[in-house]
């Protein structure tokens, strides 16, 4: 096994709650002057796990609200579709208009 594996395994059975700088320090402590710096742990971290960022949208929850509103965004404004998702499913189960901003905000940087 190679030395950089050998470093990889270790930070995977690590608790993911620690931070970059407390996991720097549990490396050195283990594997000396061969352990990775912070910025390497950062490196290697971000390239083989996904960021999940935030909580799932309310529209992300429910596909029929999502069709219905991928259907409407570009050619309606944000406020006509907020007001056509109310007349078709109801106050409780209609996405605000800002989150209708958010979900478009996030599937556009998604694609």
């Given at each position: 096994m190679s030395e950089d594996q050998d470093i990889a395994d270790y930070l995977e059975g690590l608790p993911r709650h620690l931070t970059?700088?407390?996991i720097a320090e549990f490396c050195?402590?283990?594997f000396g002057k061969r352990?990775?710096?912070r910025a390497k742990i950062v490196r290697y971290w971000c390239a083989t796990h996904s960021i999940k960022s935030g909580r799932k949208l309310r529209i992300g929850l429910d596909a029929e609200?999502?069709?219905f509103v991928d259907d409407r965004l570009?050619?309606?404004t944000l406020s006509e579709i907020s007001t056509e998702c109310v007349a078709a499913f109801g106050k409780e189960r209609a996405p605000s208009r800002s989150g209708i901003h958010r979900y478009w905000m996030r599937s556009r940087n998604e694609k």
């Open positions: 970059y700088a407390a050195r402590r283990r352990a990775w710096s609200v999502r069709a570009g050619r309606l």
